[in-house]
């Protein structure tokens, strides 16, 4: 994969396979200490502590349509080869949760991406589940929360061509705002 973005629409896959609810995504972003986290929540299924440990092996996946599941792994070893960690730590009935780490500033990181297309995209094919996205820098914080936008907007649907436009836009400038110094 080539951004970051792309990892984490294919682990917010995984959740949504995993028939999760509510999806959380948080990034914190510190260039004074060279870390960058990125961190998925999600309340599905979960997994046992032997499926946790199989879920990094390419030629594990828990999904009918192919024989590998190279997205974990590759994640893992991305965050490895910046200077990272990669961690998942689950429990059946009550979700999983997976924290990634490495060097903000290592020369292989691959460029964040287009974390706003990549959420707007999977929000517009996913309109019952409920995604927060928390991005946070030295320069602040932006809260993204699907249940707050489909409060307001009442009987207008999240999907809505001209909501999901708005939607991408938003996290864009606010995206923009938080990293305007870095």
């Known amino acids: 994969m080539t951004e970051l973005a792309l990892h984490i629409m294919d682990i917010m896959q995984n959740s949504i396979l995993a028939n999760a609810n509510r999806i959380e995504l948080r990034i914190y ?3 004074s200490e060279d870390m960058l986290l990125i961190e998925i929540i999600d309340n599905g299924y979960g997994m046992d502590s032997t499926t946790v440990n199989m ?3 390419p030629y594990f996946t828990t999904t009918t349509a192919g024989k590998v599941g190279m997205g974990v ?3 893992k070893q991305t965050a490895e080869q910046c200077g990272g960690s990669f961690h998942i730590e689950s429990e059946p009935g009550v979700g999983t949760r997976l924290v990634v780490t490495m060097k903000q500033s290592h020369i292989d990181r691959q460029p964040m991406g287009d974390i706003a297309g990549v959420m707007s995209l999977i929000v517009a094919a996913n309109p019952d589940i409920d ?3 928390k991005h946070t820098t ?10 707050n936008i489909k409060r307001i907007l009442e009987d207008i649907s ?3 061509p001209k909501v999901l436009r708005f939607i991408r836009e938003m996290i864009q400038e606010n995206l923009t ?5 870095q």
């Open 73 to 75: 792994p590759l994640f």
């Open 177 to 181: 705002e938080i990293n305007n110094n």
């Open 138 to 147: 030295e320069e602040g914080e932006f809260v993204f929360d699907t249940k």
């Open 29 to 31: 972003e510190n260039h």
């Open 131 to 133: 995604f927060v996205y």
């Open 55 to 57: 879920a990094i092996d």
């Open 158 to 160: 999240i999907t809505d």
